[in-house]
């Protein structure tokens, strides 16, 4: 299983707009944060998390020219808004693209861009604008697709709710202040998590790091990578201070998963 973080900046993106402080202004590459969003490869499948207002340079930096599925963790702007941008996929491969949300979730996507679901192609092969194809899950159980099982595990972000996946080794928690004990024991053990972490002091919607630092004591993966970073976390400061087996992620890093 193949994992790239296409983003792992905190809604604003990093560099901040007209924001002059050391992080912004940083010539670090691992700096430069676009918004959260990662794609997996795994049996056959690839499959893009989240569409946020970056999408486009996502794709393009990665080279992401087709897909087999979107999955999405919550309706925030920050992991929704660049879902147009999903036209061009739909161009690529021709059909209706599979996007799977929570039942409450999809209903807020649906809500906010209703004609991706209203059918999009032209009549003569093309789509001016995208067509996904709507696949609910009720969080009770594992769903699948193709042939990768997704877990679906909901924590708390402020006064809202987002969704997490353990997808076999790995898992994504992305948007999260609240993990609860049943949550952290069903990744236990996993090879590899990326894990929210906005920034050194606490904050109402988002986990600061030493609260990950202590759900990552409890899981205990191989591998930890912090994801969600505000233009508070430079990427070197970050990268020394933490121990082994934990580091800040960047744009552009690709992780291999023991399946
Ligand atoms: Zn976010
Ligand atoms: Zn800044
Ligand atoms: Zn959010």
Redesign the pocket.
């Known amino acids: 299983m193949k994992i790239t973080v296409l983003g792992c900046g905190?809604?604003a993106g990093v560099p901040v707009i007209g924001c002059r402080c050391a992080v912004c202004r940083s010539a670090d590459p691992k700096n430069k944060r676009l918004r959260?969003s990662i794609l997996l490869e795994a049996r056959g499948q690839k499959i893009l998390f989240d569409t946020g207002p970056d999408l486009r340079e996502q794709c393009l930096r990665a080279e992401i020219d087709q897909l087999d599925a979107v999955v999405f963790t919550h309706a925030?702007a920050?992991?929704l808004h660049g879902l147009d941008d999903l036209r061009s996929i739909n161009n690529i491969v021709g059909r209706r693209l599979p996007a799977y949300a929570h039942q409450d979730v999809l209903a807020r996507i649906k809500e906010r861009f209703p004609y991706a679901f209203a059918g999009g192609q032209d009549g003569i092969g093309g789509f001016w604008r995208p067509d996904l194809e709507p696949h609910s899950f009720d969080g009770s159980r594992p769903f699948t697709i193709g042939a990768v099982e997704f877990l679906p595990l909901r924590h708390g972000h402020g006064r809202s709710h987002v969704w997490g996946f353990r997808i076999g080794n790995f898992a994504y928690s992305?948007?999260a202040d609240d993990l609860d004990p049943p949550y952290l024991e069903a990744l236990r053990g996993i090879d590899v998590w990326i894990v929210d972490a906005l920034r050194d002091d606490p904050h109402p919607s988002h986990s600061h790091l030493v609260k990950t630092l202590g759900w990552i004591d409890h899981v205990r993966p191989r591998l930890a990578y912090l994801t969600?970073m505000n233009h508070e976390v430079d990427y070197r400061a970050w990268k020394e201070k933490l121990p082994p087996g934990i580091e800040p992620a960047y744009d552009g890093l690709v992780i291999e998963v023991e399946e």
């Open positions: 905190t809604s959260c925030h920050d992991h992305t948007d969600h």
